[in-house]
């Protein structure tokens, strides 16, 4: 029974971005979509694992990938959370991201064939909710061009309290909602030009990344305007914090970065400019 009240719990959250489902639906997608084994998975790895589309708009033949993690089969789905995870962009997909590099259950081993449990799994706590979004991102699909994006900007820090909106304004008035929202956390938030500039000089100051000049360096010239536009004396401020990093992960500072073929650093001023984001 636990597994059809986490699975109806989904396809409410679900209901968010445009589909329409039925119980009799659910119980058929249940089965459908439960992952008996991933390639190259740890053998009885303890929880339970779903994954498939989700159509959002039948005309522009629109739908939605996602992945559900569920918390061990010990702790109980039903007495644990549903967390939807979304990662940012415009082109992060959740999965490639969220699940294979930062709190998915598992990691991808180097020899691209052999999976490890990842000890720092959020699933080990609560029910994940992997969803590629919005359509065109990972997984995710549009047979039509039309209206792929709409206007406004995508990125996490905007549509994820948006989202979030949305559920607790249809939740007033009701003593028992259908989804018993708690809150939302997002992370490298892109909500608009000043708060992201000072989160982020700050958070490189008080986590060591940059020296105290260079700190003072950016306060002074980056006038916290546009950062799609910044002066010239910021961009030379900023090229001074990305060789103080040095070779790491601004997004994960406290993991070694990939040393293979491709180089994987992220310079500081990608945080900003909007042709060098991640790719899928």
């Not at 070694?256 to 899928?280: A, F, W």
Request: charged share 15%; hydrophobic share 35%.
């Amino acid at each position: 029974m636990g597994h059809v009240v986490l699975f109806c719990a989904v396809y409410l959250v679900l209901l968010f971005f445009q589909t329409c489902f039925s119980i009799s639906s659910v119980l058929q997608d249940q089965e459908r979509d439960r992952i008996s084994e991933l390639p190259g998975q740890p053998v009885n790895v303890g929880f339970d694992q779903y994954s498939g589309y989700v159509t959002v708009n039948q005309t522009a033949g629109r739908a939605l990938f996602y992945w559900l993690v569920g918390a061990p089969n010990t702790l109980g789905h039903k007495s644990r959370p549903l967390v939807l995870w979304l990662n940012g962009g415009p082109g992060c997909s959740s999965v490639a991201y969220g699940a294979a590099e930062e709190i998915g259950p598992f990691r991808i081993q180097p020899d691209g064939r052999t999976l490890d449990l990842n000890p720092y799994a959020w699933n080990k706590l609560a029910n994940l909710l992997f969803l590629d979004s919005p359509a065109g991102v990972g997984f995710s699909y549009s047979n039509t061009t039309s209206d792929l994006y709409t206007a406004g900007d995508q990125r996490t820090g905007h549509y994820v309290p948006q989202l979030s909106q949305i559920i607790y304004e249809r939740n007033k008035g009701i003593e028992n909602p259908s989804i018993n929202f708690k809150g939302f956390l997002v992370g490298n938030a892109v909500t608009d030009d000043y708060h992201d500039y000072v989160g982020t000089f700050e958070y490189w100051w008080t986590h060591g990344l940059i020296s105290d000049t260079t700190y003072e360096t950016l306060q002074a010239v980056c006038d916290y305007g546009s950062s799609e536009h910044p002066s010239e004396e910021c961009e030379d401020a900023m090229d001074v914090a990305d060789a103080e990093l040095g070779n790491i992960d601004p997004y994960s500072i406290f993991t070694p970065v990939c040393n293979g073929s491709v180089s994987q650093r992220r310079h500081t001023k990608s945080r900003y400019v909007s042709d060098q984001e991640p790719p899928l």
